[in-house]
């Protein structure tokens, strides 16, 4: 039986915190910046936690489960 392979699009997405818990990054900031406030933009910028609602579905991808 061949070992089971990560999703590359997750592998590239997440990554996993000391705790234990699953950091990724914020959507919406690749292009069309012109009409974004700065304000929005800079918050943005920062990570976030994946939502305990996805997280089941996360580590799947990440073979962590």
């Not at 590239?12 to 069309?32: D, N, V």
């Not at 936690?49 to 996805?54: A, E, T």
């Amino acid at each position: 039986m061949p070992k089971m392979k990560t999703k590359s699009s997750a592998k590239k997405r997440f990554k996993l915190t000391g705790t234990g818990k699953i950091k990724r990054k914020q959507a919406f900031k690749s292009h069309i910046l012109t009409k974004k406030s700065t304000k929005r933009k800079l918050a943005l910028t920062h990570s976030a936690l994946v939502h305990d609602s996805d997280m089941n579905s996360v580590k799947e991808q990440l073979r962590l489960k």
